[in-house]
């Protein structure tokens, strides 16, 4: 087995990593949420997407797991808040998911969106969206 070509040093000025986020995308959970009469104990579809991005721009040293975000924190988290009671509005479970992850070691910035998928057939959800900047990205 050949030797990694090591490459630090190398990168150019211009091509640094500037930002450095962690994703999770449109993880399905099922959650009792909404006003009408039809929707209360019914518990329906959400699609949940966190964008974190990190203060620390270096990569966790020697590849070790300990200084690394832990996705299945972020995963549990969302699936504990959703589960914990009933929301009525789709804007009050993001606020709770944002204020959780807010408080998080590191973050210097975050967006959570949230959609009902199964709402109109015509749409491919309807939801909420709260970010700490304003813009596409921070």
């Given at each position: 087995m050949s030797e990694p070509v090591k490459l630090k040093?190398?990168?150019?000025?211009h091509l640094k990593v500037r930002q450095s986020r962690i994703l999770l995308d449109s993880l399905e959970v099922m959650i009792d949420i909404g006003f009408h009469d039809f929707e209360i104990g019914t518990p329906q579809r959400l699609l949940i997407s966190v964008e974190i991005w990190?203060?620390?721009l270096?990569?966790?040293p020697g590849d070790a797991p300990?200084?690394?975000?832990n996705y299945d924190y972020l995963h549990q988290e969302v699936r504990r808040i959703a589960g914990e009671r009933r929301y009525n509005l789709q804007e009050t479970f993001v606020h709770a998911l944002f204020e959780r992850f807010a408080a998080c070691?590191?973050?210097k910035a975050l967006r959570v969106a949230?959609?009902?998928?199964?709402?109109?057939t015509d749409a491919r959800g309807v939801g909420v969206e709260?970010?700490?900047f304003t813009g596409s990205a921070p």
């Amino acid at each position: 087995m050949s030797e990694p070509v090591k490459l630090k040093g190398l990168v150019p000025d211009h091509l640094k990593v500037r930002q450095s986020r962690i994703l999770l995308d449109s993880l399905e959970v099922m959650i009792d949420i909404g006003f009408h009469d039809f929707e209360i104990g019914t518990p329906q579809r959400l699609l949940i997407s966190v964008e974190i991005w990190l203060e620390a721009l270096d990569l966790p040293p020697g590849d070790a797991p300990e200084g690394a975000w832990n996705y299945d924190y972020l995963h549990q988290e969302v699936r504990r808040i959703a589960g914990e009671r009933r929301y009525n509005l789709q804007e009050t479970f993001v606020h709770a998911l944002f204020e959780r992850f807010a408080a998080c070691h590191g973050v210097k910035a975050l967006r959570v969106a949230s959609a009902k998928p199964d709402i109109y057939t015509d749409a491919r959800g309807v939801g909420v969206e709260i970010a700490s900047f304003t813009g596409s990205a921070p």
